[in-house]
């Protein structure tokens, strides 16, 4: 049985002002109702990483994140369920107070190792090569590469993907970006919003094997979007976030799905969107990333 509920699924269709007299229509993919904690595209990040897991004899899995990676939380989440012991290495020094999610991670018995940030990259490539845990399976930061971008393909499999000209994802580190692009159709438009500050392209590691060499002409990306780099937030965006909350009774995270849906908005209304344009916006989860901002702030 699934860890994860993929029935729940469901699309909405979005009604905001200022969208329908431009003859746009968005529609949302609810991957953030499959499950409290591995929501949204996490879980199909790491599917096929558990399915390599338990082919071969390894004795648990490792993995690497930030104190409020969502990331972290769901392979925490899913080894506990599978009774595999879980290595997190976490960014940064061991702060006085630990993020919910990190206690989260503890609750799931996974063991954290902090890492200051200067030698987290190296220590990426160390631990990577096998030498510090032997006999334990890595993931890679955030479930990116070519299994996680394998498993993001089969996020379209949820829908009937015909009716949309484009589809709309959050971009970390491009890995359901490029899913989405290898698994519609070739003509249909694939939307990334990057969530990191300064990224114009996706990363090195995407080359022309996993990234589909004749979609790029239909694959964008936006790098203006950011509101001031990874996991910032202004007042405008929570703003925006509890104002989209009023109008669909939709939750958003705002690492990745409220910058992406302030983005789609704001590209409805510059008229990016040819008219007639049916646009299928991925809600990749994540709203346990919401606990880290001031409570009250957002109304939901
Ligand atoms: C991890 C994550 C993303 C980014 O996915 P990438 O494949 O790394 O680009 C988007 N949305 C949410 C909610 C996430 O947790």
Known sequence: MLPVDLSRACIDKIDLPHISDKNVEIFMLRLDKIHPVI??????????????????????????????????????????????????????????????????????????????????????????????FPGYYTIP?????????????????????????????????????IGLANSSFPKQHTIGISVLKGMKNLPDQFNDLVYPAAKKKYCKLFSDYHVGGYAKHTPEL?????????????????????????????????????????????HSGGLQGNLSVPKGTLIF
Not at 88 to 108: A, F, M, N, Q
Request: proline letters at 4%; a positive charge.
């Open 39 to 132: 929501s949204g595209n996490k879980w199909f990040k790491l599917k096929y990483h558990l399915e390599n897991f338990k082919q071969n004899n390894f004795i648990g899995i490792l993995t690497f994140g930030g104190a409020y990676s969502n990331h972290i939380v769901a392979t925490a989440y899913t080894a506990n369920l599978e009774g595999i012991k879980c290595k997190g290495i976490i960014r940064g020094e061991k702060p006085p107070v630990l993020s919910h999610t990190l206690k989260e991670c503890l609750d799931y018995g996974m063991q954290l190792e902090f890492v200051p940030r200067e030698i987290y990259r190296q220590k990426n490539l160390l631990i990577a090569s096998g030498q510090h």
């Open 141 to 177: 930061e955030g479930g990116a590469g070519p299994l996680g971008e394998k498993g993001c393909r089969e996020i379209l499999d949820l829908v009937n993907k015909q009716p949309y000209s484009h589809i709309a994802c959050a971009v970390g580190t491009g890995t359901m970006f």
């Open 238 to 282: 929570l703003a925006f976030m509890n104002d989209f909350y009023l109008q669909t009774g939709i939750p958003t995270d705002f690492v990745y799905t409220g910058k992406l849906v302030f983005a789609i908005k704001d590209l409805v209304k510059k008229g990016y969107f040819p008219q007639g344009s049916r646009v299928l916006i991925i």
